[in-house]
């Protein structure tokens, strides 16, 4: 238990649906991140996250829409996915200040889109 | 790209032994960490290691680092089956960003 809480655990969608990942973490932390982990690739930084601003958006398709309403939370709205974006999705919080520390890793959200 | 690249991919071992693990990376860092992640499961923070550290223990592990070569390694002494999971370690940039390799997939056989 890493005090990371990720929601639902597995969904599977089709490429029409709209649905969305959620992260919840009570850690006190500031920083918030996701990441796109598929097989036999690097784990693939999508977006951060720091006090509720969204710092980083690394060339992630506009059909990832990330909200991050408070420091507690944030999600990740899915919608005309396409069968590659079938991946573990990860989210990770961490204290906000650079080379503090960890990020603390929620067990992942496991999509499929057919 | 400033992602760690770990080394070998796959290790096979019996437990008892030495499990090394190597990761290069290309930029200045602050700090290295080392993940452990079991299969389809979340990761978890192992150790971290300071850019002016050149050496550092935690219990069974040892992990260095040289940031001449860009390189670290992570040492798991006397493995033991639960330790099989997949290895990744993450550099970090100024800008509260952890950029991870592709991970060594560790098998400890009874």
């Known amino acids: 238990e890493t005090g990371v809480t990720q929601t639902p655990r597995h969904l599977v969608m089709g490429m029409t649906n709209k649905k969305s990942l959620k992260c919840e973490q009570h850690?006190?932390?500031?920083?918030m991140y996701w990441y796109k982990q598929s097989a036999k690739k690097p784990l693939e930084l999508m977006f951060v996250?720091?006090?509720?601003?969204?710092?980083e958006n690394n060339s992630v398709p506009s059909r990832f829409s990330p909200e991050c309403p408070n420091s507690s939370h944030l999600f990740l709205h899915l919608h005309t996915l396409q069968p590659e974006d079938s991946a573990l999705y990860l989210c990770?919080?961490?204290?906000?200040?650079?080379?503090?520390?960890?990020?603390?890793f929620g067990e992942g959200s496991r999509l499929t889109v057919l | 790209s400033q992602q760690g690249e770990e080394d070998p991919q796959a290790l096979s071992i019996q437990e008892g032994e030495n499990a090394t693990m190597n990761c290069s990376y290309k930029?200045?860092?602050?700090?290295l960490q080392w993940y452990r992640q079991n299969s389809g499961r979340g990761l978890v923070h192992l150790i971290l290691i300071r850019s002016n550290e050149r050496e550092k223990h935690s219990g069974r592990l040892r992990v260095t680092l040289d940031t001449s070569k860009k390189s670290s390694s992570l040492l798991i002494t006397a493995s033991r089956a639960a330790d099989t999971a997949s290895y990744f370690c993450a550099t970090e940039d100024n800008f509260n960003k952890f950029y991870f390799g592709s991970g060594t997939k560790l098998n400890v056989k009874p």
């Open positions: 996250y720091n006090f509720k601003e969204q710092t």
């Open positions: 990770a919080s961490r204290a906000g200040t650079p080379n503090t520390g960890e990020l603390f």
């Open positions: 850690l006190g932390h500031n920083a």
């Open positions: 930029t200045s860092i602050n700090n």
